[in-house]
């Protein structure tokens, strides 16, 4: 399969139905085994899904519960949020690398409008053959660091573990403000190449 084909050209910003169209016409080429692979995919990433939103309503209800539980509770359910969204990401990275198609279904879509993680535009693209395999794995790794970072980060809070909560904190804060400046920086930039196109 070609990383050439129309369907590596797609737009940027894909809906739902255009992927799940665009990995039918992929599927359609691939032999059966790998149909049953993609169905089976689709089901972990759904309960992925599931576990998002569990995760996140069990943050959320600590909180509201915080005179009546151990007060480590709330910040490492918090932290088990960003660890949900990296199994969703680690499970659509394996699910386009065997299929040679990115991205391999439609969850994918949920798990950019829902991550603070910074995609770009080119992530945003219908990809198949080398191109996919590649952004499968670039993402793989990515979510293998920032689960494991916020799993134990997780576990440092719970256990009150100040060695690894210092640190840690730090290097999230530092992140954080790197990411917020370059955001602000970054739309200060758009806006004036905007203002510059529209006077010509």
Not at 5 to 29: D, N, R, Y
Not at 57 to 74: E, Y
Not at 93 to 112: C, D, E
Not at 118 to 134: E, L, M
Request: hydrophobic share 55%.
């Amino acid at each position: 399969m070609e990383t050439t084909s129309p369907a590596t050209k797609s737009a940027a910003k894909l809906s739902s139905k255009e992927i799940k169209a665009l990995v039918a016409s992929c599927l359609a080429e691939q032999p059966a085994n790998m149909r049953s692979f993609h169905r089976l995919m689709n089901v972990l990433e759904s309960i992925s899904v599931g576990i998002i939103f569990l995760v996140f309503i069990a943050a959320l209800v600590l909180s509201f519960m915080w005179q009546s539980i151990p007060t480590q509770a709330i910040p490492t359910a918090w932290f088990l949020l960003p660890v949900s969204g990296a199994l969703l990401l680690l499970l659509i990275s394996v699910h386009g690398i065997v299929l040679r198609i990115f991205p391999p279904s439609s969850l994918y879509l949920v798990l950019q409008r829902g991550s603070s993680i910074p995609f770009s535009d080119k992530t945003q693209q219908f990809r198949t053959g080398k191109a996919a395999v590649s952004l499968g794995w670039g993402l793989l790794l990515l979510g293998v660091v920032l689960g494991g970072f916020f799993a134990t980060f997780a576990w440092a809070a719970w256990t009150v573990n100040w060695d690894f909560l210092t640190p840690m904190i730090t290097v999230l804060g530092t992140f954080m403000g790197i990411g917020i400046t370059a955001g602000i920086v970054g739309g200060m930039i758009a806006k004036t190449v905007q203002q510059i196109k529209k006077s010509r």
